[in-house]
C-alpha cells in the first residue's frame, strides 16, 4: 500500500475495518468488476459478501444492529470500495442516505421498523428526490402528495433513482401543498416499502419502476425512473410524522451524500493513479521505461497531488459532519475538488496508456466511462461552486 490518501488520527477499529474492506476489494471486486461492468450485471455475490460485512449497517446505531461508525469511517470505506468498482459503491451510497434520513429525522416507531433490517440488508434503500423536468430546482417538483384521510395519495413521475429497481424502501420527495409560506416548507419525504423488482410493484398499486436507464458508465447498479399513480400511503410514513420538512429531510441527506460522492471520486482517482504508475514502470518506447521520461514523471506527480488533495479534502468534510457542525462549504468543496480532480486523473492515466487505453482489456477504459457521472451526482460543479459561493458570502459579509 503506498503512502497516498492516508488518514491520521484513526482508532484501531477504524484500522482495521479499513484493512478488511481494503482485502475485500482486492479479492472480491476488482477481479470481476470490469467483466461484470461489461455486462452491465448486477453485482450479487458481491453485495452479499458486503452484507457479512455488516457494511450495509456501517452507521445504523448498535441498538439497531449496526456498527454505530461515523460519517468519516463510512467515507472512508466508500473511497475503498469505489476504488474496486464505483458501481458497488453507489449500491451502499443511496441506502446509507435513507438509514440516515431515518436515524435522524424518523419517528421512534420509524427507527424501530426499518433500521433492524435496513442493517442486516434485508430492507435496501433508495433516494427519490430527481424528476425528468428538475434539474437542480429542488423547489420545482410536481410528484404531489394528496391528504385522504389517514393516507395520501401520491402522484408523479421520478427520475435518476440508484437502486430503484433492487431497493426495498424508497424515501421520495413530494410536494404536499399543506400551508407552507415558501415551497421549501410544502414538500414532505415519504418512505415507501416496495418489492425489488422491476415493472408495476406487486405490494404498491399504482407503482411501477419502468427498467434501467441505459448508461454510459455506473453500469452494474441499477438507475431506473419511478411512476407513481394513485399511491396510497399511510400518513405514520411519513418521515418523521410531521408534513413539511421534506425538502430540510431531504438536504440533510444530500449533504452527508455530498461528502460519499467526494469519497467515490477519491477512489476512483487513486485507482487510476496505480494503473498509470504500475503501467508506466513496464511499457518501454526509445530504449527505456516511460516512468523515466520527464514528461510521464510531471503527469504522475500532478496525479498524486489530486489525489491527496481531493483525499484530505473529503476526510476534513466528514470529520465536519461528525463534529455535529454546519458542514455545507466544506461537503461542497469535498465533491466539487474530488470529483474535477478524479476526471482530471482518470484522464492523464488514460493517456500514459497511449493506445491501450481505449482498449476494454483494460481497466483504465471503465474508470474513463464512470468518472464523467461523479460531475453531476449529488449536484453539478455549477451547483456546488453556488453553495460554497454564498457560504462564503455569509463567512465573510461586510459589516453595514
Known amino acids: 500500500m503506498g503512502r497516498l490518501a492516508q ?41 452479499e459478501g458486503m452484507k457479512q460485512l455488516g457494511l450495509f449497517g456501517l452507521t445504523i446505531p448498535e441498538e439497531f444492529g449496526g456498527l454505530g461508525e461515523s460519517l468519516l469511517t463510512y467515507a472512508l470505506v466508500v473511497e475503498e470500495i469505489a476504488r474496486g468498482w464505483m458501481s458497488v459503491s453507489g449500491i451502499v451510497n443511496t441506502h446509507f442516505i435513507v ?105 404498491v398499486p399504482g407503482l411501477t419502476v419502468p427498467g434501467k436507464i441505459e448508461k454510459m458508465g455506473y453500469k452494474g447498479v441499477d ?20 408534513p413539511g420538512k421534506g425538502f430540510y429531510q431531504m438536504m440533510d441527506g ?26 508506466a514502470q513496464q511499457r518501454t518506447t526509445f530504449g527505456k521505461k516511460i516512468a ?37 462549504l466544506e461537503a461542497g468543496m469535498a465533491k466539487y475538488l474530488a470529483s474535477e480532480y478524479c476526471k482530471e486523473v482518470v484522464e492523464d492515466s488514460f493517456r500514459i496508456h497511449g493506445g491501450y487505453g481505449f482498449s476494454k482489456e483494460y481497466e483504465i477504459e471503465r474508470l474513463y466511462r464512470e468518472a464523467p457521472m461523479l460531475l453531476i451526482g449529488e449536484g453539478t460543479a455549477e451547483i456546488q461552486k453556488m453553495i460554497v459561493g454564498r457560504r462564503l458570502l455569509e463567512e465573510y459579509r461586510l459589516a453595514d
Open 7 to 47: 488518514t491520521d488520527g484513526l482508532t484501531e477499529i477504524q484500522r482495521d475495518i479499513l484493512a478488511t474492506v481494503r482485502d475485500f476489494v482486492d479479492k472480491e471486486i476488482i477481479p470481476v468488476a470490469t467483466e461484470l461492468e461489461h455486462k452491465d450485471e448486477y453485482p450479487t455475490a458481491i453485495v
Open 99 to 203: 438509514a440516515h434520513m431515518i436515524n435522524a429525522h424518523g419517528t421512534q416507531e420509524q427507527k424501530d421498523y426499518f433500521l433492524p433490517k435496513m442493517a442486516a440488508g434485508e430492507l435496501r434503500g433508495a433516494f427519490s428526490m430527481s424528476e425528468p423536468a428538475l434539474g437542480s430546482d429542488v423547489s420545482a417538483i410536481s410528484t404531489k402528495g394528496v391528504k385522504d384521510g389517514q393516507f395520501y395519495v401520491l402522484n408523479g413521475q421520478k427520475m435518476w433513482l440508484t437502486n430503484g429497481g433492487t431497493s426495498s424502501v424508497v424515501a421520495v420527495l413530494c410536494k404536499t401543498d399543506e400551508g407552507g409560506d415558501t415551497p421549501y416548507k410544502n414538500m414532505t419525504t415519504f418512505l415507501i416499502e416496495k418489492t425489488p423488482g422491476f415493472g408495476p410493484n406487486e405490494t
Open 223 to 242: 438507475t431506473t425512473e419511478l411512476v407513481l399513480q394513485d399511491v396510497r400511503v399511510p400518513a405514520d410514513r411519513i418521515l418523521g410524522g410531521v
Open 254 to 279: 444530500v449533504e452527508v451524500g455530498r461528502v460519499n460522492v467526494a469519497a467515490r471520486g477519491c477512489g476512483v482517482a487513486r485507482r487510476a493513479f496505480e494503473l498509470g504508475i504500475a503501467y
Open 292 to 328: 523515466e521520461h520527464q514528461a510521464i514523471q510531471f503527469k504522475l506527480a500532478e496525479m498524486a497531488t489530486k489525489v491527496e488533495a481531493a483525499h484530505q479534502m473529503m476526510v476534513m468534510a466528514a470529520r465536519k459532519k461528525d463534529s455535529g457542525q454546519r458542514n455545507d
